[in-house]
T-cell receptor
Framework: AQSVTQLDSHVSVSEGTPVLLRCNYSSSYSPSLFWYVQHPNKGLQLLLKYTSAATLVKGINGFEAEFKKSETSFHLTKPSAHMSDAAEYFCVVSGNFGNEKLTFGTGTRLTIIP | AAGVIQSPRHLIKEKRETATLKCYPIPRHDTVYWYQQGPGQDPQFLISFYEKMQSDKGSIPDRFSAQQFSDYHSELNMSSLELGDSALYFC???????????????FGPGTRLTVT
């Protein structure tokens, strides 16, 4: 079985400063990992994904994440926060073929301070 | 680009009533997933379909059933509704080329179900 743990339920950063949202995963096999973003009263948008091709993954809106197997981590970063980044962020793991349902972390609410 | 379509977007039902939620996947996506997101919760997997066959099942109540049709759209049927069924219901679809690494799921905007 696979799972993800988001280490912070709430993160606040000032506009223009770096963002770090932490995620650790647990999986008995090589996982597929994703970050999704959900703005208030909106659907889930894929930010980026890791599927073993490269450990540093670049996504949309300037976000990127690094897969570290030794640390079982997949932290999400952005060099400079923008007001529009305020949202709920979910770290997500998927199983292999035949077990592709997504398992979500509990989410991290990102607040941007003007 | 076409996205996943869900209807209705909002639905209000009374306890013990029945509700049907519809999902139209992105063209050429053959797999559909249903998720339930309660207030302040993370989405929970309910059920999935691949090529019109149920492929996986999560924590879906027996009162709920779902199917995928020949045009790949899917419907989630919910009977004997309870107050606790109030949630945002998401449908997601996945591309055909799973083995090519295209295993991401694309989500629809969701159907907000309120049971009173």
């Amino acid at each position: 079985a696979q799972s993800v743990t988001q280490l912070d339920s709430h993160v606040s950063v000032s506009e223009g400063t770096p963002v770090l949202l932490r995620c650790n995963y647990s999986s008995s096999y090589s996982p597929s990992l994703f970050w999704y973003v959900q703005h208030p009263n909106k659907g889930l948008q894929l930010l980026l994904k890791y599927t073993s091709a490269a450990t540093l993954v670049k996504g949309i809106n300037g976000f990127e994440a690094e897969f570290k197997k030794s640390e079982t981590s997949f932290h999400l970063t952005k060099p400079s926060a923008h007001m529009s980044d305020a949202a709920e962020y979910f770290c997500v793991v998927s199983g292999n073929f035949g077990n592709e349902k997504l398992t979500f972390g509990t989410g991290t609410r990102l607040t941007i301070i003007p | 680009a076409a996205g996943v379509i869900q209807s209705p977007r909002h639905l209000i039902k009374e306890k013990r009533e029945t509700a049907t939620l519809k999902c139209y996947p992105i063209p050429r996506h053959d797999t559909v997933y249903w998720y339930q997101q309660g207030p302040g919760q993370d989405p929970q997997f309910l059920i999935s379909f691949y090529e019109k066959m149920q492929s996986d099942k999560g924590s879906i109540p027996d009162r709920f059933s779902a199917q995928q049709f020949s045009d790949y759209h899917s419907e989630l049927n919910m009977s004997s509704l309870e107050l606790g069924d109030s949630a945002l219901y998401f449908c997601a679809s996945r591309p055909l080329n799973w083995l090519a690494g295209e295993n991401e799921q694309y989500f629809g905007p969701g159907t907000r179900l309120t049971v009173t």
